[in-house]
């Protein structure tokens, strides 16, 4: 069970289930017992003596002076029959039928004699007045609390389901107060990780002081800090290759009229100078164009893109300069698939996962590339998978890779070519697309990565892919 709300709710639950039964048992099997043991003990002791002393009153005071007697008795609630020697109730009342049966038992023995019902408890004493004549006291006492504990199993039984029923209530309520704000963080935390670095939770996890509004407040701080980061970072990227655009294009320059009045000994070191340059023109340029894909600076046109004809058209590329290296590309699996998207952004998407398995793939090995439709959650969707046969990546790095010039210093060394963009511009344009993108290291060693997207429907409607908010 991973459901904190469901946990929080059962265990709150087997708790108050726990309390009630465990009363209900010391009530039934402990309580009972010895309330009952103690109180007859003590109706043993005091109920003699204060029959006597009714006897006395009645022989000496008669009926109205007993009455007068007894009246404060009346007053706490308690209710009490006195019959004379020919057994007739006195003041003309009718005993319970509960307690008639001790009160002929009572006629019989001095010994007090106890009897107990649901809500009440009835007390019969025989006593003889200064005359020698016996008399019959009948107690009826109403108490409320004993009738809790001392109840039949069938009304214990009732209650503690009454008691379970209400704590079910107050546990979903209790559950559902602590879990929401948990879920709400959860929620931004996720967003957050996917990349929306507006994700806020604001008051949604609390307006008060206690724990979970201090962790949302820290939430906010956190993620309002790292956007800041995010975004001066970008900026700073941005501004730096437009900078460098400029001296770059006027070193090439240079190099030309060099190159032109150059004497041929030292040809070699100004063709590296230009080879050197050249990266750096495709460093400025993909970094030019994975900040407008990630700023939404640019509109980039939707339309129909058959996938088939794209990923063979990829493949047959890479394979051709791969086996220059002594590898090749494979389609294991080609689908008919048509997606709504920008054809130039998907290309790159597709081309850097197969070049980079080409890239980090053994001698003697063939990428394995297929594109075939799924279905996932009753929605058609498109699937991608490149598998190449290189030494793999750590599993602690496999969802850092997609980050702009991470790399993995035993698998990805600069002596390969590349800058650390190219995995970026992947995941940015996949995003773009309504897609996901992962990586996992296969059991027979080398790295799969697969591109999930939707697939296009009749019904889908051309619009501009960034007509959408965009991180910044």
């Given at each position: 069970?991973?459901?904190?709300?469901?946990?929080?709710?059962?265990?709150?639950?087997?708790?108050?289930?726990?309390?009630?039964?465990?009363?209900?048992?010391?009530?039934?099997?402990?309580?009972?017992?010895?309330?009952?043991?103690?109180?007859?003990?003590?109706?043993?002791?005091?109920t003699?003596?204060?029959?006597?002393?009714?006897?006395?009153?009645?022989?000496q005071?008669?009926?109205?002076?007993?009455?007068?007697?007894?009246?404060?008795?009346?007053?706490?609630?308690?209710?009490?029959?006195?019959?004379?020697?020919?057994?007739?109730?006195?003041?003309?009342?009718?005993?319970?039928?509960?307690?008639?049966?001790?009160?002929?038992?009572?006629?019989?023995?001095?010994?007090?004699?106890?009897?107990?019902?649901?809500?009440?408890?009835?007390?019969?004493?025989?006593?003889?007045?200064?005359?020698?004549?016996?008399?019959?006291?009948?107690?009826?006492?109403?108490?409320?609390?004993?009738?809790?504990?001392?109840?039949?199993?069938?009304?214990?039984?009732?209650?503690?389901?009454?008691?379970?029923?209400?704590?079910?209530?107050?546990?979903?309520?209790?559950?559902?107060?602590?879990?929401?704000?948990?879920?709400?963080?959860?929620?931004?935390?996720?967003?957050?990780?996917?990349?929306?670095?507006?994700?806020?939770?604001?008051?949604a996890?609390?307006?008060?002081?206690?724990?979970?509004?201090?962790?949302?407040?820290?939430f906010?701080?956190?993620?309002?800090?790292?956007?800041?980061?995010?975004?001066?970072?970008?900026?700073?990227?941005?501004?730096?290759?437009?900078?460098?655009?400029?001296?770059?294009?006027r070193?090439?320059?240079?190099?030309?009229?060099?190159?032109?009045?150059?004497?041929?000994?030292?040809?070699?070191?100004?063709?590296?100078?230009?080879?050197?340059?050249?990266?750096?023109?495709?460093?400025?340029?993909?970094?030019?164009?994975?900040?407008?894909?990630?700023?939404?600076?640019?509109?980039?046109?939707?339309?129909?893109?058959?996938?088939?004809?794209?990923?063979?058209?990829?493949?047959?590329?890479?394979?051709?300069?791969?086996?220059?290296?002594?590898?090749?590309?494979r389609?294991?699996?080609?689908?008919?698939?048509?997606i709504?998207?920008?054809?130039?952004?998907?290309?790159?998407?597709?081309?850097?996962?197969?070049?980079?398995?080409?890239?980090?793939?053994?001698?003697?090995?063939?990428?394995?590339?297929?594109?075939?439709?799924?279905?996932?959650?009753?929605?058609?969707?498109v699937?991608?998978?490149?598998?190449?046969?290189?030494?793999?990546?750590?599993?602690?790095?496999l969802?850092?890779?997609?980050?702009?010039?991470?790399?993995?210093?035993?698998?990805?060394?600069?002596?390969?070519?590349?800058?650390?963009?190219?995995?970026?511009?992947?995941?940015?344009?996949?995003?773009?697309?309504?897609?996901?993108?992962r990586?996992?290291?296969?059991?027979?060693?080398g790295?799969?990565?697969?591109?999930?997207?939707?697939?296009?429907?009749?019904?889908?409607?051309?619009?501009?892919?960034?007509?959408?908010?965009?991180?910044?």
């Amino acid at each position: 069970m991973r459901s904190l709300y469901m946990k929080i709710f059962l265990w709150f639950l087997v708790a108050i289930g726990l309390v009630g039964g465990t009363l209900m048992f010391f009530a039934l099997e402990i309580e009972s017992d010895f309330a009952r043991a103690s109180i007859e003990q003590n109706d043993l002791t005091l109920t003699p003596p204060f029959a006597e002393r009714w006897a006395m009153v009645f022989e000496q005071k008669g009926r109205a002076g007993l009455s007068d007697y007894i009246g404060h008795a009346r007053d706490k609630g308690n209710h009490t029959y006195f019959f004379g020697p020919d057994g007739r109730e006195v003041f003309n009342q009718t005993p319970p039928v509960e307690a008639q049966s001790i009160v002929q038992k009572a006629m019989q023995t001095d010994r007090t004699q106890n009897a107990w019902a649901t809500t009440h408890r009835y007390i019969a004493q025989r006593a003889a007045g200064p005359s020698g004549k016996n008399y019959i006291l009948l107690i009826d006492l109403r108490s409320p609390f004993g009738a809790v504990f001392l109840a039949r199993p069938q009304i214990q039984a009732f209650r503690l389901i009454i008691v379970l029923l209400i704590g079910a209530l107050v546990c979903l309520w209790l559950a559902k107060y602590i879990t929401d704000p948990v879920a709400r963080l959860r929620s931004a935390a996720h967003q957050l990780a996917a990349g929306n670095l507006h994700s806020r939770v604001g008051n949604a996890v609390g307006h008060g002081n206690d724990e979970l509004a201090d962790l949302g407040h820290d939430f906010d701080r956190k993620a309002e800090r790292i956007e800041s980061m995010m975004v001066s970072q970008k900026r700073l990227i941005t501004s730096v290759s437009h900078e460098l655009r400029s001296p770059l294009a006027r070193l090439a320059v240079a190099l030309d009229l060099a190159y032109q009045d150059s004497d041929p000994s030292i040809r070699a070191y100004l063709d590296r100078i230009g080879l050197e340059t050249n990266h750096l023109n495709d460093l400025i340029r993909n970094l030019l164009n994975l900040a407008r894909m990630e700023s939404g600076s640019e509109l980039f046109s939707q339309a129909p893109v058959e996938l088939e004809s794209l990923v063979s058209e990829i493949a047959k590329d890479v394979d051709f300069e791969a086996r220059s290296r002594g590898c090749g590309v494979r389609v294991t699996k080609l689908e008919p698939c048509v997606i709504l998207g920008a054809r130039d952004l998907l290309h790159s998407a597709i081309e850097n996962i197969i070049r980079n398995g080409a890239a980090y793939s053994k001698p003697g090995t063939e990428i394995e590339v297929s594109l075939e439709r799924v279905k996932e959650g009753g929605e058609d969707r498109v699937l991608i998978r490149v598998r190449d046969f290189g030494e793999g990546v750590p599993n602690d790095a496999l969802s850092l890779i997609f980050q702009p010039f991470y790399r993995v210093a035993d698998a990805r060394e600069r002596a390969s070519g590349g800058f650390g963009l190219g995995l970026s511009i992947t995941a940015e344009a996949v995003r773009l697309h309504n897609g996901q993108v992962r990586a996992e290291n296969c059991p027979g060693g080398g790295l799969r990565v697969e591109v999930n997207l939707p697939l296009h429907t009749a019904t889908a409607q051309s619009q501009p892919l960034l007509d959408k908010e965009l991180v910044g």
